[in-house]
């Protein structure tokens, strides 16, 4: 299975726990959020060349940005469905392409060699990209009362370094941090900053990505 969505994506961060206040701005915003869909628990192993071209790409301010991560719901442990999404991010422009792959279903997140392996295989990789970060949090899912923007929240965002095994039981722990972000097509972007206008946000271009890489100074060594 192969998906490819256009959109714009932009994110803010607060340095708070309090998701609740977030999640009644957006209720009560111009746009009348509601609930989409249950709160699931997200899971995203990211991966990286050895000279680590994401991060940098990010950190240096590059236009185009590229990353590829595996992501699956639930059970942080065990992979569980899993997806592979190569976004590609211009601005706020954001392409992702999505590619099912079923020969990592049940791999333990611990089994690092085998996450690369079965990665490389399936992106046949000119470079070989290996595991270098895993994230994980709760989200809550959000969609205006038109239907055409969607928004999500997530908190109790932790993160584990996979530059070596010996690491992977290292867990980074940011409980006091929400991240808000809405997703909708390219065309709607005048309408949704005109609506906007009564949640005032500092708007933050970190992801859940770099904000846990920064954690980590050796990672850049």
Same mark, same amino acid.
């Given at each position: 299975m192969k998906n490819?969505?256009?959109?714009f994506?932009?994110?803010?961060l &607060?340095?708070?726990n309090n998701s609740l206040s977030l999640i009644n701005a957006l209720i009560r915003s111009n746009l009348f959020f509601r609930t989409q869909y249950p709160t699931r628990k997200v899971n995203s192993v990211y991966f990286d060349t050895y000279g680590y071209t994401s991060i940098r790409?990010?950190?240096d301010g590059v236009s185009y940005k590229k990353k590829i991560r595996v992501r699956w719901y639930g059970n942080k442990e065990i992979i569980n469905n899993p997806v592979i999404e190569i976004k590609s991010k211009k601005g706020f422009e954001?392409?992702?392409e999505s590619i099912a792959i079923k020969e990592l279903q049940n791999t333990k997140i611990s089994d690092l060699e085998i996450i690369k392996e079965m990665l490389n295989k399936k992106l046949n990789s000119k470079k070989i990209i290996n595991p270098v970060l895993s994230t994980h949090y709760e989200r809550?899912? &959000?969609v205006s009362l038109n239907g055409k923007?969607?928004?999500t929240v997530d908190y109790n965002l932790q993160s584990i370094f996979l530059n070596?095994?010996?690491?992977?039981?290292i867990v980074k722990n940011f409980k006091n941090i929400c991240i808000l972000e809405f997703k909708y097509s390219t065309s709607l972007d005048k309408y949704v900053r005109k609506n906007l206008k009564d949640i005032t946000l500092r708007l933050s271009k970190n992801s859940k990505f770099v904000n846990s890489a920064i954690e980590k100074p050796k990672f850049f060594s």
């Open positions: 490819k969505i256009k959109r994506e932009r994110k803010w &607060f340095k708070s790409q990010n950190l954001t392409k992702k809550e899912y &959000f923007i969607r928004a070596n095994l010996s690491q992977i039981d």
